[in-house]
């Protein structure tokens, strides 16, 4: 099996920072691109920021500026660090990887169960 295991959610106050990490594990056999995503309450889930294996990053345009993502390919570990929250960053953070198994050379989309972030005024 393999799964994304995110981490680092929590309550923090406005203006204030979070770093999350989402970790691959189980039998990989490749590990493609990485992104984070959020849902907030009533509302479609986004994209945050994606980093593809090699390094290339984008985020959305209204999280330019306040976010960076980042992952260390040895670890199969993505990040995401978050600064200036308000709280419309309220929302769970979802990490999300494109990955093949070693029992299914097919390449998948997965999704990890989400870490909550709370950002208090």
């Known amino acids: 099996q393999v799964q994304l295991v995110e981490s680092g959610g929590g309550l923090v106050q406005t203006g204030g920072s979070l770093r999350l990490s989402c970790v691959a594990s189980?039998?990989?056999?490749?590990?493609?691109?990485m992104g984070w995503y959020r849902q907030a309450p009533g509302k479609q889930r986004e994209l945050v920021a994606y980093i593809e294996s090699g390094g290339s990053k984008d985020y959305a345009d209204s999280m330019k500026g306040r976010v960076a993502i980042s992952r260390d390919n040895a670890a199969n570990t993505v990040y995401l660090q978050m600064n200036n929250l308000t709280p419309e960053d309220t929302a769970v953070y979802y990490c999300?990887?494109?990955?093949?198994?070693?029992?299914?050379?097919?390449?998948?989309?997965?999704w990890g169960q989400g870490t909550q972030v709370t950002v208090s005024s």
């Open positions: 189980g039998s990989i056999f490749s590990l493609g691109i």
């Open positions: 999300n990887a494109d990955m093949a198994a070693y029992s299914d050379y097919r390449v998948h989309n997965y």
